[in-house]
Every structure is written in C-alpha cells, then in structure tokens.
C-alpha cells in the first residue's frame, strides 16, 4: 500500500489524482490532503478519503477546517501554514507526493518532498521553471524519483528508454512538445486585445484550473513547458521545438537520429499521467476511455503563430538568457495573468508586462534558494510598476 500525499487537493489535478486512487483502493491511500483555502472543498474530501494530515495553507481557515472535521467525526489532524505543506512534503505520512498546487506557491513543497526522497509526480510547472537547478540538486541529494504528470512531459518520458536518458546516448535528435493552441488559435493581434477571462478559460479540449488556462490561450503554458523539458530531460533549448496540434491527441513526441519519431497518444485526459506516475514502471487502469482511432480520423499539425503569441519565444528568450532569467519570467507571468483574471490587465499586456521585466531585469547565477526567491519577488515588484505605470 502505497500513501499519497495531494498538495493541491482541491484543484482540477488533485480531483483526477483522487479518482485514480479511489479506483485502486488496494494500492493506493491519499494519507495527506493539502489546500489554499477552500475550507468546504477539503473538508468533504476529508470526509471521503480519510487521511490520517489535512493541511490549509491559509492559517486563518484553521479553525473552521478543525471545526467542520469535528462535526463530521472525521479523525484527521490539521496543520496550517506555507511550513506545514512542507512538513507534508517531507514527512513520514507519505510515501509519493503529488505537487499539484499552482505557482511559485508550490515550490517549496516540492522541494521538501524532492530532498526526502520520495517519489514525486510534478504538475507544478512553475516549481520546476522557477528553480530547475535547484529542484535537480534536490532529486540528487534525496535519490528519489521524478514523475512528469504535466500531460507532454509525460508522453517525452514514456516515449525515452529509461525516462531521463543523456540525451546524446540515447540518438535523442529533438523533443517535440505539441500545443493545442489553445481557445483563440487563429486569432488576430486585435481580436485578442478584447478577450474577457471567461473566453480565456473555456479551453477546447482540457478543463483545468484558471491560471494554467490562461497561460494555454497565450501559449506561455507552452513556453513554460518548454522550460521545463529543459531541465526534466537536460535538452538544450535547440533541441525542444513546439507544434500546434489542434486535437490533443497526440502528446508529444521524441525524434532519433534514425529518424524515428515516437509519439504518446491517448485521449485528453490527465488521469493517464497520473496513474503512470503514480504505478511506474507498472501500467494502471486509469479510467480513461481506449483512443478511438477511427472515429479520431484525423490528426492535424500547424506552426505556432509566434508573431500573434509573443509569450512562447519569450520563453525561449529566457531559456537561453539562463540563471535567473525563467524565474523572472515565471514571477512577471503570475502577476500578469492575474491581474488579467481580476480585470486590470489586457490579454495583450500580459506579454508586453513580461518582455520588459525580462529586458529591465538582467538575469544572474542560481545562488540558493534565497537568491532565486529575491529575483522571484523583484520581478513581481517589478511587474507591478509596469502594470501599474500603463493603467496610468
Ligand atoms: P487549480 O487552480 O485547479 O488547483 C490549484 C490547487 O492549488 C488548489 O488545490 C489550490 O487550493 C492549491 N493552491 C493554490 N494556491 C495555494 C497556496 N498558496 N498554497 C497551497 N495551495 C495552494 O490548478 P490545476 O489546474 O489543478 O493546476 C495545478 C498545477 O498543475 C499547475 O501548476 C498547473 O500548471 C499544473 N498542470 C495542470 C494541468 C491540468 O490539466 N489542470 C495539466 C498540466 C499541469
Ligand atoms: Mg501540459
């Protein structure tokens, strides 16, 4: 029996992590539930898988999660506070640990659970894009293995013998990442300036949580991904190119110098990663409906249109500009897309908050942890005063 900590339980990650482990009771327990704030939504959970920790993240939700614990008799502890989602991580209650919280938020738990050895399953993106360095040195010293769940990464890892090859060795030529576009492919420049939150989010083939929904319609998730394979399969970023592949079927694709080229297929649905992370190198029924290939017929492949969707050459930019360089565009990207959510910020603007705190803010070496979390709070500072300046 394997004990699961979700760190972001109450998202659209943790809901598919906890179907997969409600269907293999045998195998798998969620030991350990970790929220932001959502009170209601953890608490029923609770209910539901009976973990022996919950943690809210915001301390002022405390007493209402141990009061509503207590009048539905459920016995799990709480802890609250950023530390105790590190004391989750880390601890004895489990033994994989799901890093599903969105954001920078998620970093220091998936570090903690990468330096005590377990086995991680990573969606957090934005841990591994703002500190890949730091989260390798992490993995070395806790000797544990790393996952990728976000769907591409997944599909690299299952299409590479072994999962994390040196690249060279293996005849690797080049990783394909494929993007569905997002909602508003084939857009213009001036038909975007005008897009509401609520267009932004309606994706075509996922549903997912708000800011990674965002960052699908401008194609930063893309970028970040990008980023990510980085530093998940030690590619140069000459190495990981990005096609347009409207269906979502195919989810990415390894090229060898043989010229083969594999790729992972399936239905959109995350649960497949998800129970390939959590029973590797084992298979898992996941729930998830057989492709129908026939009834797919077609798979169709574009280039991106990188002149409309500034973000994803961002992204390269700052891929290559090394160090500090993808944190600040991490940082810079989370405050813009949320002051698009909240109404203050333009679609448009979102690239053009994140270009110039790349241009103003020169990137140095990965120091530490403290370091990183300086250049990470200086471009959000940053961030602000543009976004402040053009609302002027
Ligand atoms: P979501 O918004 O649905 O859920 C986010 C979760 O994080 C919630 O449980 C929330 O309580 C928690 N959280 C937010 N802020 C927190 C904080 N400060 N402290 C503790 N917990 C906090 O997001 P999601 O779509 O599930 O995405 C989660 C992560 O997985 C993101 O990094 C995203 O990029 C990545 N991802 C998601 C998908 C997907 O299909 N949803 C696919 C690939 C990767
Ligand atoms: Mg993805």
Redesign the pocket.
């Known amino acids: 029996m394997k004990r699961v900590a979700v760190?972001?339980?109450?998202?659209?990650?943790?809901?598919?992590t906890l179907d997969v482990i409600a269907r293999h009771p045998d195998r798998f327990r969620a030991s350990v539930l970790?929220?932001?704030?959502?009170v209601e939504a953890?608490a029923t959970l609770c209910e539901r898988f009976r973990p022996d920790l919950a943690v809210i993240?915001?301390p002022a939700c405390e007493p209402e999660l141990r009061a509503r614990l207590v009048a539905a008799g459920v016995a799990t502890r709480v802890l609250a506070g950023?530390d105790a989602?590190v004391e989750a991580a880390a601890g004895g209650d489990a033994d994989i640990v799901v890093?599903?919280?969105?954001?920078a938020?998620?970093l220091a738990s998936t570090l903690a659970a990468a330096r005590a050895g377990k086995r991680l399953l990573l969606?957090?993106?934005?841990?591994i894009v703002m500190a890949g360095p730091l989260l390798a040195a992490a993995l070395a010293e806790g000797g544990g293995d790393l996952l990728p769940?976000?769907?591409e990464h997944n599909a690299v890892f299952q299409c590479l013998p072994g999962g994390r090859p040196d690249l060279g060795r293996a005849g690797v030529r080049r990783i394909v990442l494929t993007a569905s576009g997002g909602p508003f492919r084939g857009r213009t420049r001036d038909e975007l300036a005008r897009v509401t939150p609520a267009m932004a989010c309606a994706h075509p083939n996922?549903?997912?949580?708000?800011?990674?929904?965002v960052?699908s319609a401008t194609l930063m998730?893309k970028g970040?991904e990008v980023i990510e394979a980085h530093f998940l399969f030690d590619a140069p970023a000459d190495a990981i190119d990005v096609v347009v592949h409207p269906q979502s079927i195919i989810h990415s694709l390894v090229e060898y110098v043989d010229g083969s080229l594999l790729a992972q297929l399936g239905n959109p649905d995350?649960r497949t990663a998800i129970a390939y992370g959590l029973a590797w190198p084992e298979r898992l029924d996941a729930g998830v409906a057989a492709l129908d290939l026939v009834r797919t017929a077609q798979l169709g492949f574009e280039a991106p249109d990188r002149a409309t969707f500034r973000c994803l050459d961002l992204a390269y930019d700052a891929l290559r500009a090394g160090g500090t360089a993808p944190t600040t565009l991490n940082a810079a990207n989370e405050e813009a897309v949320a002051a698009f959510l909240e109404g203050r910020l333009a679609f448009t603007a979102i690239a053009e908050v994140i270009e110039s705190c790349l241009a103003d803010l020169p990137a140095g070496p990965v120091a530490g942890l403290e370091a990183l979390l300086d250049s990470d709070l200086t471009a959000r500072r940053h961030a602000h005063r543009i976004m402040a300046r053009r609302a002027a």
């Not at 996922?206 to 929904?213: E, P, V, Y």
């Open positions: 760190l972001g339980a109450t998202g659209s990650i943790g809901a598919s970790a929220a932001h704030r959502n953890l993240a915001d950023p989602l890093a599903a919280i969105v954001g938020a998620g969606a957090n993106k934005e841990a769940i976000d769907s996922w549903s997912m949580g708000r800011k990674i929904s960052d998730n970040l995350m």
